[in-house]
């Protein structure tokens, strides 16, 4: 049998309706399962309670009189199973005293074969039972269940509470990210504009240092340049403005121009708005360089070959 079925003869046993072989089989469940036994006791203290929660009926007192007239009127052998019917109602009421022990405490015999009508009548009894009834009958038990429904309630209510609180520490949380970010950006580019800055402090305090101006050809007018040259480290910073982005595959080279000859500085690109910056390494000793910008192709010739842009000289 299944855990399920010995729940189902619980009630059964608690009232004293079970035959023998249910009742050993039962036994055998209940000497180690401690889930059942604790309910068995439970409805154990149920049905000795019901016996003070039902009112007795009395039965007519004509009743008595008919049955005996009727008991006379029988044959001899008929009388013998009336007889036979009188004690089988008199063991009835026997398993019915018996059934109250049970709620007491008390110790119950098996049951016979001619048990069995009175075992249905309770089980009967039994069915048309209500949980209402039983609750009420067991306060115990009334306040048990109150009890669980008000902890999951409860346990319900802390659980939404706890979700929507954790989903607005989640939002919060990415919002406090995404500023975190800009503000790591923000503080990335002011690190570059500073270091910039730094370096061209650097390179105009230099006693070595010599500034350019460069002016914009007839292809870029419009453009201008200012090249800061040591020419004791070959350290050189230009700033561009107003250049127009270079077509794909291009970019913009710088020129030292030495004694009429180019040579070969780095390339760069401008932005959207025209502007550039770069930090090169040209040669040294060029006392009194010019400097110009041509576009090449992209990652820089050896000698220019493209249209210039930008031109001028240290003054």
């Known amino acids: ?13 608690a009232a004293g309706a079970l035959d023998a072989g249910e009742r050993r089989a039962l036994e055998e469940h209940l000497s180690s399962c401690a889930e059942c036994r604790a309910e068995l006791r439970e409805l154990s203290d149920a049905a000795g309670a019901l016996a003070f929660t039902v009112a007795p009926v009395a039965p007519p007192a004509r009743l008595r009189s008919r049955v005996l007239e009727q008991v006379r009127g029988l044959a001899p052998s008929t009388r013998t199973g009336a007889a036979r019917a009188t004690t089988g109602a008199a063991e009835t009421s026997e398993v019915a005293r018996e059934t109250t022990a ?24 039994l069915a048309r039972l209500s949980l ?11 306040f048990g269940a109150a009890a669980v429904v008000v902890a999951f309630a409860l346990l319900g209510t802390t659980t939404l509470l706890l979700w929507s609180r954790a989903q607005t520490l989640q939002g919060e949380l990415a919002r406090m990210s995404e500023r975190l970010r800009e503000t790591q950006a923000a503080l990335a580019g002011e690190r570059e504009q500073l270091a ?3 370096d ?4 105009l305090s230099s006693t ?3 500034v350019a101006r460069l002016a ?3 292809v870029a007018p419009q453009a201008r340049a200012l090249v800061a040259y040591d020419g004791s480290t070959g350290r050189a910073v230009l700033l561009a403005h107003g250049l127009p982005p270079a077509p794909a595959g291009h970019a913009y080279q710088l020129w030292l121009i030495a004694d009429k000859k180019p040579l070969p500085g780095g390339t760069f690109k401008s932005d959207a708005e025209g502007r550039a910056r770069m930090n090169d390494r040209l040669p040294t000793g060029v006392s009194k360089p010019t400097f110009a910008v041509t ?3 992209e990652g820089g010739e050896s000698a220019p070959k493209g249209e210039m842009y930008l031109l001028g000289s240290a003054s």
């Open 1 to 13: 049998m299944r855990h399920e079925d010995y729940k189902e003869l619980l009630a059964l046993e």
């Open 102 to 125: 049970v709620g007491a405490g008390a110790r119950r015999p098996a049951l016979g074969t001619e048990d069995v009508r009175g075992a249905e009548d309770v089980r009967g009894l």
């Open 132 to 142: 209402w009834q039983l609750l009420t009958a067991r306060p115990s038990l009334a």
């Open 196 to 198: 910039r800055t730094r």
């Open 200 to 203: 061209v402090n650097d390179l």
């Open 208 to 210: 070595e240092a010599s």
């Open 216 to 218: 914009g050809k007839e």
């Open 295 to 297: 576009l090449e192709r």
